[in-house]
């Protein structure tokens, strides 16, 4: 049994898997164990791809995505680790806090967080179940409270570095050798020996009490987006729901996502037109009654716009044969912030 009581998770048979992606919604879809939901900042052709190795209980991920771009994610319950850069590249802040190759951070049960990167961004991902946290190498690595950021020991961190790039290459040119429950079991372990070293030596980042704060107003403004399905809201009326200034709205916004609230907020109903266009019948509706339904009313705006985050027209959009988009999401718009 596990210390809560409930049954020790069985282990699991090894294997691996590659996934490419050209739709950033296909591509959260498919990163397991977490509800997520990505916005491409900038045009240009979405590509991503997911390497995933399942040990006998680790859990090796790999994640690229090629475009700028604001990520939201929320972990199930249940399993915890690190994440940390497995190449240099643009800037890459997670939770605010910019991640260098040199940082890992420690992830807490229950992860939630806003990601945002300036370019083409590779992320690496080690989890195990929390309960199996504690013995990890020798060590008790039992999940923060809070996500840390943590500096390794160079030595540490790049020996890490090197193995997980090591399992991914097997997944991408020796499978079959992940598959050897020996094999697998070894790999692991190294993993994480290198893991526990990693966060043995390391020095965790001084976690201010501003940026914990600032943490959980972008929770609830995610809370309270998701909450609103229905009319317009405000900016003096999203500050009162989520329980700050407009300023401190704003340079939470800045931190955790590179951006105003306003343009974010803007990005997401883009994103919802350009969702509900791509499943909408010709026949039956049209460019503006959707964009209307989705808060943008200066139609020619709206088209200039689209067109310079997607690349082609909304008419363009909705001439496609409907997409099925199975992954249960609403095409219906959550928020529409006017004027501050």
Known sequence: MSPSGNPSPKKQMPSSTIQTFSDPDE???????????LRVTERGDFAAEIVRIELHRMVVTRLRDNLPRVFHNH?????????????????????????????????????????????????????????????????????????????????????????????????????????????????EQALGEAMAACLDTGDPAHVRVAHRHHAMVMRRLDEVLQAETEGSLYMADLCKAVGCSPQTLRACCREHLGMSPKRYLLLRRMHFARRALRRANLERTTVTEIATNCGFWELGRFSVAYRSLFGEAPLATLRRPPDDMSHGESSSPREFVKSA
Do not use: K
């Not at 959260?28 to 997520?36: C, N, V, W, Y």
């Not at 990890?136 to 809070?146: A, F, I, K, T």
């Open 27 to 37: 591509y959260t879809a498919a990163i397991r164990g977490t509800t997520a939901e």
């Open 75 to 187: 972990n199930f319950p249940g399993r915890a680790g690190i994440s940390f850069r497995t190449e240099p590249g643009p800037r890459f802040l997670m939770r605010g806090v910019e991640m260098e190759p040199t940082t890992l951070n420690r992830v807490s049960e229950n992860y939630e967080a806003h990601q945002h990167s300036s370019g083409p961004a590779s992320l690496g991902v080690i989890s195990l179940p929390v309960e199996e946290m504690s013995s990890v190498g020798g060590y008790d690595l039992s999940p923060p409270r809070e996500t840390l950021s943590v500096t390794p020991a160079p030595a540490a961190m790049a020996r890490l570095q090197r193995l997980h790039a090591a399992a991914v290459q097997l997944a991408e040119t020796a499978p079959e050798i992940i598959a050897i429950p020996d094999a697998a079991r070894g790999l």
